[in-house]
């Protein structure tokens, strides 16, 4: 029985230490996580590949697309991960062509649209890395 006990102790002890070990290794968007050249490049894929249904102010063409800004911004991509937004833009976007891009691309795209919403850049390109995307959290951008 004390075994047991030892185990489920230790078991819980790794757990709890896990935990922290990765709330440790994240990051936020405040920290200028990607560079304005990097989001310069996925305002160029963004005019040509997505703005005929998203707008070119990043503001929906129709009740069908979602807007990528302001209030739908906040309340969709805030408090995710980058790697949540570039996975879905990867899988879904374009409608019935996801996939039809390149990763960089993809996640030029994704910069963009974060710069767009007056988060930061940095001094260093973000990379399609989705380990490393999986531990930078999008923080509401500052007023």
Not at 38 to 51: D, E, L, M, P, T
Not at 108 to 116: G, S
Request: net charge positive; proline share 6%; glycine share 12%.
């Amino acid at each position: 029985m004390n075994q047991r006990i030892f185990v489920g102790c230790f078991v819980l002890f790794c757990g709890i230490g896990t935990v922290h070990a990765q709330e440790g290794m994240s990051k936020s968007t405040s920290a200028g996580v990607f560079t304005e050249e990097q989001a310069q490049r996925g305002a160029s894929a963004y005019n040509v590949k997505c703005s005929g249904c998203h707008g070119i102010k990043l503001l929906s063409i129709g009740p069908q697309f979602p807007s990528l800004a302001g209030k739908s911004f906040r309340n969709g991509w805030v408090g995710k991960t980058i790697a949540e937004k570039f996975e879905f833009a990867r899988k879904m976007m374009p409608p019935k062509a996801g996939g039809s891009f390149d990763d960089q691309t993809y996640l030029d795209i994704v910069t963009y649209i974060l710069r767009f919403n007056k988060i930061p850049a940095g001094g260093q390109p973000l990379t399609p890395d989705l380990q490393l995307l999986k531990q930078i959290v999008i923080e509401a951008p500052p007023h």
